[in-house]
């Protein structure tokens, strides 16, 4: 476990500022509070989407989409969601 922890503050200490992001996002202040919003703007990060051109862009498409109108309002509703549908 110390091993990992090594790890991981390395990291941490070469990012600018990740320390403060993770503690908001942990506190869910992203995204007005959305839990959903927050696991797909991590979905599209993940896969190195650029943050202002695209994630954001997509996240707000998605709450319009999905969120706003009911069809997805909690991580249940989310992973039983048909990709499919439209």
Do not use: H, P
């Amino acid at each position: 476990m110390f091993l990992l922890k090594r790890i991981v503050d390395s990291y941490m200490q070469k990012v600018s500022g990740i320390e403060e992001r993770c503690d908001r996002c942990l506190r869910t202040e992203r995204w007005g509070g959305s839990i959903v919003l927050m696991v797909v703007d991590a979905a599209f990060t993940s896969v190195g989407s650029n943050y202002f051109i695209a994630v954001v862009l997509k996240v707000e498409e998605f709450n319009k989409k999905f969120v706003e109108n009911g069809r997805i309002e909690n991580l249940k509703e989310l992973a039983k969601a048909d990709m499919n549908a439209s």
